[in-house]
């Protein structure tokens, strides 16, 4: 391949701008082809030869034709030949220096070859203008003279298309001058002429194309070279990483300046020792080059006079072409920075930010770690989850930011509690979980749990304001209750949901026994699915009388449900389950549909209650479907009457009045059920929802024995006159209940004294004329 000699390539080099190249065009101001610029470089190297040839042909032929031309006119040929050839020299040499590269003008290629064609027309002119005056002998030296000259096109060979121009005149003056112009050379001579031209214009064309051909290589290859040398370059000088190269006895022959920085010596100093103790006697690196394989991002810790940092190296085998290995070269990166940010994401991925403490995913972490370690080492791990009681009233009552302030307070006490005996997490909201690896003393957990029940409980001091919480907590052993992280925290919540169930404030344990209890409500929840589509609830409806002449005058509509298997299934059995499944919006569509179904069948005094879940009044379908199962049996609203407690009102109180009084809007009733036994009631009697009061049974039994009932009972009708509301007295048993209740002023009697739950059946034969007073007696 052809390579332009140093000489050329000083002058490039110093006509280009520091830090430019060659291949760009300033006109242009994009990427020129390399190919063009080594054209110029070669075409500029050769420039002298083609020169000289021509010059010396001209005198050739001024000699051949001396004392038979006019010598005047052979001299001041043979000069203008001589003179456009060296001009023409220059020229070129100069364009080999000027036109190349970014800092160069182009060089058109027809402006090349008009150079080539005014110099094969200059050449041609007197030979052409003298051919048919000379003799024969004249005549064969001049042609031969232009096959010679037609030669010299080799000269032009780096330009493919200046070579053809040179050949294809030289051909054609040739074969003009000894066909068309008088010829006396004999034809064997003629022919032995044309061929001449004919054979090297061949040859001469071959080798052009071949030239061409090795300059483009040999272009693509320098830019490549010249490309992957910049951008080596910009890779050491930019800091991102640094080169290095060791020997077969793993010897630094090459390293970059950036790493000798690094390790404190200058590059000069680093050559020639082993690059394993110079990276501080790493075993990996000394491994991994004893290999003699391809390795790629080996991180390593290098202790530096800046502290230590963290490199990640990258090498491949040198391999000549007889196979034999030669050493390593590669890369190398200063990850420190790196690996801090990975640290510092990894902190941020596996802490809680508000607490400070590790979130659910670490726990789990450790929770794992704790246990691999309980089976390995055959002593139990523990795990607590602890959930905060009374906490959501915090944030509704005294806002997020008290919240948040009391969930740091917690978390520093349980993290005083625990100590070193555990790991304290926050796994989201308020609940919170301990993991103790060391689980072996049960005595210790279980007093570790009574002490942490008792610090929750102490009083919280935020910004003026006293706060009480409290704690439930639920812990399994590991692996004795479970052998898996997934299955040590089912057992662990299971336990704390039994904690809760139990009045909350307490520890339980996870046991067996809580095992088939959660199975049982697992099946429970499956058959409660399969109930709704199979439709084995039913309703049961138990008198309302008046208090005034014991006429009847309503029912209250109650679920129930005869399992198959099970048997019958207390309501307060399987109506938390399906409040806790969701499953309470489509129980309350049947309820209220089958009530809706038997008071259409009553006449229009006959009123039916039904109570409504506090899961199922938040539900925003819900006077919908009120309203449209009070248009499909056809019934005024004022036949149906629903029941809450006063539970609905203790989340989303807004949202409940709000479809409480959609529902008053229908003209259904709205009693409050259980009225006393809460702490809420009485700030909500006047949103204008209710039109009945219900005293709860515990009341009304107790009255006879407790004066204090008796008061109760009076302030509650008192206080439902002044609301405009009616009164029904639950769980009057005896006469004397009844009359009682009656004096107190209570308008509605419900209980057993006039009927339990009936069905459909029955309570239809009551409606339809069997006295109440016949079914007390």
């Known amino acids: 391949m052809y390579e332009a000699p140093d000489r050329y390539k000083r002058m490039i080099a110093a006509r280009l701008p520091d830090g430019e190249s060659a291949g760009f065009s300033r006109e242009s101001g994009s990427a020129a082809s390399p190919l063009k610029d080594v054209q110029l470089i070669a075409r500029g190297q050769l420039a002298p030869f083609f020169a000289l040839t021509n010059i010396a042909a001209a005198c050739l032929f001024v000699a051949a034709l001396w004392g038979s031309t006019s010598p005047v006119l052979l001299l001041g040929w043979a000069g203008l030949v001589a003179a456009v050839n060296y001009l023409a020299m220059r020229w070129s040499q100069s364009q080999a220096v000027t036109c190349v590269g970014r800092a160069g003008q182009s060089v058109p290629l027809g402006m090349m070859i008009g150079d080539v064609a005014i110099r094969a027309a200059l050449w041609l002119s007197l030979p052409l203008y003298l051919f048919p005056t000379l003799s024969s002998s004249g005549q064969i030296i001049t042609g031969t003279l232009l096959a010679g000259v037609g030669v010299a096109g080799l000269g032009l060979v780096v330009v493919f298309a200046c070579a053809v121009a040179w050949v294809g005149a030289f051909t054609l003056g040739l074969c003009v001058s000894l066909i068309f112009m008088h010829s006396t050379i004999a034809l064997q001579q003629v022919i032995a002429l044309l061929l001449v031209p004919g054979v090297s214009s061949a040859g001469i064309l071959i080798v052009a194309r071949w030239a061409a051909d090795q300059l483009k290589t040999s272009a693509d290859m320098g830019s490549q070279s010249e490309s992957a040398s910049l951008l080596l370059g910009e890779y050491e000088q930019r800091g991102v990483g640094w080169l290095w190269q060791v020997d077969a006895e793993n010897r630094v022959t090459y390293i970059s300046s950036r790493m000798g920085s690094l390790i404190g010596k200058p590059s000069a100093q680093i050559l020639g020792h082993s690059m394993p103790s110079l990276l501080g006697g790493h075993s990996d690196l000394g491994q991994i080059l004893l290999d003699k394989q391809t390795f790629t991002n080996l991180e390593m810790e290098l202790r530096t006079n800046r502290g230590n940092r963290w490199i990640s190296l990258s090498g491949d085998p040198i391999i000549d072409t007889a196979g034999r290995f030669e050493g390593f070269r590669g890369v190398g990166l200063d990850i420190t920075d790196v690996r801090h940010t990975q640290e510092r994401l990894t902190h941020l991925a596996n802490v809680d930010v508000l607490s400070g403490l590790p979130n659910r995913g670490r726990v789990r972490q450790l929770l794992g770690d704790a246990l691999r370690g309980a089976t ?360 004397e209940d009844f009359e009682r209740m009656r004096e107190l002023g209570c308008d509605t009697i419900q209980g057993y004294l006039f009927g339990k739950p009936l069905s459909y059946d029955r309570a239809n034969q009551l409606v339809m004329g069997l006295d109440a007073r016949k079914l007390a007696s």
């Open 376 to 735: 390995a080492g055959n002593v139990p791990c523990a795990i607590m989850f602890l959930d905060l009681d009374g906490f959501k009233p915090v944030n509704d009552t005294f806002g997020h930011p008290k919240g948040d302030a009391v969930l740091q307070a917690v978390a520093k006490r349980l993290c005083d509690e625990v100590a070193a005996d555990g790991h304290v997490g926050r796994l989201g909201g308020d609940e919170f979980a301990i993991v103790i690896p060391d689980g072996q003393s049960r005595r210790k957990v279980e007093q570790l749990a009574d002490r942490i029940i008792v610090a929750i409980a102490e009083p919280y001091s935020i910004d003026g304001t006293e706060i009480r919480i409290g704690v439930s907590v639920g812990c399994a052993f590991g692996p004795i209750d479970g052998a898996t992280v997934d299955d040590l925290i089912l057992k662990a919540d299971l336990a704390l949901y039994q904690a809760k169930d139990a009045g909350r404030g307490v520890v339980r344990y996870f046991s067996s026994e809580l095992q088939s209890e959660q199975e049982d409500r697992v099946r429970l929840e499956a058959d409660l699915r399969a109930a709704l589509e199979l439709r084995q609830f039913y309703l049961a409806f138990q008198p309302l009388v008046s208090a005034k002449n014991q006429k009847l005058v309503g029912f209250e509509a109650l679920v129930r449900w005869n399992h198959p298997r099970r048997g019958f299934v207390p309501p307060n059995v399987f109506i938390p389950v399906a409040e806790e499944c969701g499953l309470m919006g489509p129980l309350g569509e049947l309820i209220i549909e089958e009530a809706c179904r038997a008071a259409a069948t009553w006449p229009a005094p006959i009123t039916v209650a039904l109570n409504v879940s506090p899961k199922q009044i938040i539900l925003p379908n819900l006077p919908n479907v009120v309203s449209q199962a009070l248009a499909r049996h056809k019934l005024p609203g004022n036949r149906i009457e629903l029941e809450v407690t006063e539970g609905v009102f203790l989340d989303s109180s807004s949202r409940s009045l709000d479809i409480l009084g959609r529902l008053r809007a229908l003209g259904v009733g709205i009693a409050l059920d259980d009225f006393g036994t809460g702490y809420s009631s009485i700030g909500y009697l006047n949103k204008a929802v209710f039109h009945k009061l219900k005293i709860d049974g515990s009341f009304v039994r107790d009255a006879g024995t407790r004066p204090g009932n008796v008061a109760i009972i009076k302030s509650i009708v008192q206080l439902a006159k002044d609301f405009r509301m009616s009164v029904t007295a639950e769980g009057v048993e005896t006469a």
